[in-house]
């Protein structure tokens, strides 16, 4: 008991410390951010709220001011069988990515932010 609500607090802690250190968005012009926009409509993050390394790929996404609809599953059954399911596996955190039709499912929180700023980081 003792150690679980260690680890609460530790995650709340965390989510805290991305609040206030939040990295500024990238700017971008309208029609650029218009491109972003309709190329992340294609993505989705499978994440616990907080995972250090959900933390990091959110703040990648922020940072890169790329909206991605998040699915959250620790919480949500629908979301966590998907992940099982279509992912292969429950780990987070997954980035699916829907292109052509077919799925790909990302892990890791290095794969995904080097993904991420190779697709969308200003040139």
């Known amino acids: 008991?003792?150690?679980?609500?260690?680890?609460?607090?530790?995650?709340?802690?965390?989510?805290?410390?991305?609040?206030?250190?939040?990295?500024?968005?990238?700017?971008?012009?309208?029609?650029?951010?218009?491109?972003?926009?309709?190329?992340?409509?294609?993505?989705?993050?499978?994440?616990?709220?907080?995972?250090?390394?959900?933390?990091?790929?959110?703040?990648?996404?922020h940072k890169l001011n790329v909206p991605v609809a998040l699915r959250d599953a620790k919480h949500n059954a629908q979301d966590r069988q998907a992940l099982l399911e279509q992912g292969g596996k429950i780990q987070v955190p997954c980035l699916r990515i829907e292109e052509n039709g077919q799925s790909t499912w990302l892990y890791d929180s290095k794969a995904i932010g080097a993904y991420l700023n190779q697709r969308f980081a200003a040139n």
């Open 1 to 61: 008991m003792l150690i679980k609500a260690l680890r609460i607090g530790l995650g709340q802690l965390i989510v805290f410390l991305d609040f206030i250190s939040r990295p500024r968005k990238l700017q971008r012009t309208a029609a650029a951010q218009a491109s972003v926009e309709q190329a992340a409509a294609s993505l989705a993050l499978y994440q616990f709220h907080a995972c250090p390394f959900c933390v990091k790929t959110r703040r990648t996404l």
